[in-house]
């Protein structure tokens, strides 16, 4: 819990020593896939790219076609294309399509849709 801060200054330093830590928990990672963010900015859109894989029994993410672990370096496993895109022009309307558009919803956990939500 945050104390009550003596100052804004004092706010924001306890609000991100709290992120901080809670930064550093043991996250599952969703079976259903992960996605890349992007920005349109000509369209002026949010642009998700949805990427399948599998989790192993160590929890480690794996291309579902190669059986490859996926590296979280960014050109580490190659190209990859995306199962799904998804496109809007605000954090909701995308969040809308992901949760309430015709499925198949390419989200399976909770902490994983409001992490995106964060994001975008």
Partial sequence: MIKSPDSPAALTAAIEALDERLSQRFIALDP???????????????????????????????????????????GGNGPRA?????????AKEIGIQLTEGDGPHPLSRLDHALYLGREL
Wanted: net charge negative; charged share 30%; hydrophobic share 35%.
């Fill in 32 to 74: 259903s896939g992960y996605f890349l963010i992007k920005v349109d900015s000509e369209a002026g859109e949010l642009v998700l790219e949805h990427f399948g894989n599998t989790i192993d029994e160590k929890g480690l993410a794996r291309d579902s076609d190669t059986g490859e672990v996926l590296s979280c370096k960014k």
């Fill in 82 to 90: 995306a199962s799904a895109v998804y496109r809007g022009r605000s």
